[in-house]
Each structure stands twice: as C-alpha cells, then as structure tokens.
C-alpha cells in the first residue's frame, strides 16, 4: 500500500516570492509520482509528473519537483509565483506495473498568492 | 476537445433517494475510475473499471455501484444515499497502463453532491 504526506495544509506567499511545496510518500513498491492542481471551482489537472530518468522535472507553467528517493520526497517548486497561481495542488503516487493505474492522493495543499 | 465530462454538475437529494451520477469521455480509454474529495482527506477512490464488464474497489467503496457496459461511460450509483456521501465527486479516465510505464489520468470537472 501506498501513503502520501503533504504536511502544509495552507502556504501563503506574496506574489514574485519562490515557493516550495512539501510531499513524501511511503510504499513498499517502487511508484510514479505526480503533482496535480486545482484551480477554484474546477477539476484537477496534471502539473508534472515523474516516471524515470532525470530526477529534476519540470512541468507546465514555470513549477519543477525534484524525486528524492533516499528521503521519499517529492517537493514541488516554483522560483516566482504569479497571483493566478492560487489554487490547490495534490501530490499523488501511482505503483509500478500492476495495481492499475490507481492514483493515491495526499490531502492537498492550499497555496494562497498574495499582492 | 479531448474530455471528462460529468453530469449533473450540482446535486442536492434526500437520504434515502437513488441517484445516478454520469460519467463520459471520448477518448477511447479503457481505464476509468471514480474519487471523491473531502477536506483534510484530499482524493479517495472509489470505484475503477479496466475495460468493459471489468469493474473492482477502490478504497472507499462502501455505499456506491458502477457498471461499465459501454467504453466510453462509467455511471456512479447511489442506490440509497445518506449525508456523510455528501462530497465532491471525480470520474478519470487514462489508458490501460503497461508494466513499464503510467498513463496520464484525466479528470472530469467534479460532481458536488448534497445528501440532505
């Protein structure tokens, strides 16, 4: 089984600041890693996602996470957020091979933009 | 477009009253799954399907039914609702995943359901 931890439930941040959004997962299986948002009132889309290769991945809209295996993190950043980036974003891992695609998610943190 | 939709979109009910909550897509998916979102807890699934006629539990499906007899759709059932169902609801689509690699999943844009 797998379980993902998001330890912020709110993170505000003025507009320009960097960010960093805290995962870490536990499983005993290897498993792919993603990034969702949310954005008020709508459903949730795909930021990034890690499969394999380079540990470093960058995804839509200027936001990055580095996949640490050594510490089970998977910690999502953005160097100079926009106030369009309010929203809710949702780490979530998938196991390796079998277990169909099923998505466990974490409880979501709320990034909250401000001027 | 490629999409998820869901419908109703808002839903307000009574215990105790069936209700149906559809899911389509057309994108030729096999896989398609069903969450619900509630503070603190983020997304739980419900119930997935592989295929056609290929349907099993996720965590939480006390409660819940599905059938999956065409491709493209995946209804949500509650046969008797009760208010600790009220929540935001989540269909997703993707491809069959392989064993080396994962299909992105794609989501409806939610059903908010209220169980009075």
């Known amino acids: 089984a797998q379980s993902v931890t998001q330890l912020d439930s709110q993170v505000p941040v003025f507009e320009e600041a960097p960010v960093e959004l805290r995962c870490n997962y536990s499983s005993s299986v290897s498993v792919y890693l993603f990034w969702y948002v949310q954005y008020p009132n709508q459903g949730l889309q795909l930021l990034l996602k890690y499969l394999s290769g380079s540990t470093l991945v960058k995804g839509i809209n200027g936001f990055e996470a580095e996949f640490n295996k050594s510490q089970t993190s998977f910690h999502l950043r953005k160097p100079s957020v926009h106030i369009s980036d309010t929203a809710e974003y949702f780490c979530?891992?998938?196991?390796?091979?079998?277990?169909?695609?099923?998505?466990?998610f974490g409880t979501g943190t709320q990034l909250k933009v401000e001027l | 477009e490629a999409q998820v939709t869901q419908n109703p979109r808002y839903l307000i009910t009574v215990t105790g009253k069936k209700l149906t909550v559809t899911c389509s897509q057309n994108m030729n998916h096999e896989y398609m799954s069903w969450y619900r979102q509630d503070p603190g807890l983020g997304l739980r699934q419900i119930y997935y399907?592989?295929?056609?006629?290929?349907?099993d539990k996720g965590d939480v499906p006390e409660g819940y039914k599905v059938s999956r007899k065409e491709k493209r759709n995946f209804p949500l059932i509650l046969e008797s609702p009760s208010p600790n169902q009220t929540s935001l609801y989540f269909c997703?689509?993707?491809?069959?995943?392989?064993?080396?690699?994962?299909?992105?999943?794609?989501f409806g844009p939610g059903t908010r359901l209220l169980v009075l």
């Open positions: 979530a891992v998938s196991p390796l091979g079998g277990g169909g695609n099923k998505l466990t």
């Open positions: 399907s592989m295929n056609v006629e290929v349907t």
């Open positions: 997703a689509s993707s491809h069959t995943p392989g064993q080396q690699f994962q299909e992105t999943q794609y």
